[in-house]
């Protein structure tokens, strides 16, 4: 597929066991965090977020804990399937611009690979 | 039932042409962007609007220029294309939280568009 060859960090888990993916953000304003789960030849396609007055947040099969001292956000996934296979990337956004929008700041990504 | 959609999904053109690539969102959100995605999968902001208004203008070169004709689309127009424009190009859609400033919910892109300049 299209992420052959990228040299992308790559977490290879087997299929049923937990996968946590990591992610250290830069700006310490950041107040606002999201997940995002990229299949090949597609977008990017968002699976959780969180707020900075929150320190963990749970959704179907997915927690998302976030370490505000060191900065550091992470993705939890339970019984990892194989459709769980993509890119992973984890974006911060600071609340400026009046509200009236939000930039992401994207993360390098990480290569979920699940065997079989 | 598709949420934000791009056309069209494949651009191969020439250097030096001028193309445009078309967004629409069905959400109902407020505000849209535009992202670009390289060879290496970085993904970073080019442009966002909120209600027809340019909000974010990420140093991008000026032969980009969108045009936001009502809040449910956002267009790129790109002049003079080169090389190095070639990526995946993708329109995004939010809606912002009137009760808090700066957050949105419904953060959501379309499939990309992928241009290839040769």
């Known amino acids: 597929g299209e992420n052959v060859g990228l040299h992308l960090p790559t977490l290879s888990v087997q299929e049923g066991d937990n996968s946590i993916i990591n992610c250290a953000y830069s700006?310490?304003?950041?107040?606002?965090f999201i997940w995002y789960k990229q299949e090949s030849g597609k977008g990017p396609q968002f699976i959780i977020d969180?707020?900075?007055?929150?320190d963990k947040r749970q959704g179907q099969r997915v927690t998302v804990l976030l370490n505000k001292t060191v900065k550091h956000l992470s993705l939890q996934i339970a019984a990892t399937q194989p459709g769980d296979s993509a890119v992973y990337f984890c974006?911060?956004?600071?609340?400026?611009?009046?509200?009236?929008?939000?930039?992401?700041?994207f993360g390098t990504g990480t290569l979920l690979a699940v065997q079989p | 039932d598709t949420a934000v959609s791009q056309t069209p999904k494949y651009l191969v053109t020439q250097m030096g042409n001028d193309k445009s690539i078309k967004c629409e969102q069905n959400?109902?959100?407020?505000?849209m962007y535009w992202y670009k995605q390289d060879s290496k999968k970085f993904l970073k902001i080019m442009f966002s609007y909120n209600n027809k208004e340019l909000i974010i203008n990420e140093t991008v070169p000026n032969r980009f220029s969108p045009k936001s004709p009502d809040k449910a689309h956002l267009n790129l127009h790109i002049n003079s294309l080169e090389l190095g424009d070639s990526a995946v190009y993708f329109c995004a859609s939010s809606q912002q939280d009137e009760g808090y400033t700066g957050w949105s919910y419904g953060y959501t892109f379309g499939s990309g568009t992928r241009l290839t300049v040769v």
């Open positions: 959400l109902g959100h407020d505000t």
């Open positions: 700006n310490s304003a950041s107040d606002y």
């Open positions: 969180i707020r900075s007055n929150m």
């Open positions: 974006a911060e956004s600071t609340s400026n611009y009046g509200g009236a929008t939000n930039k992401l700041i």
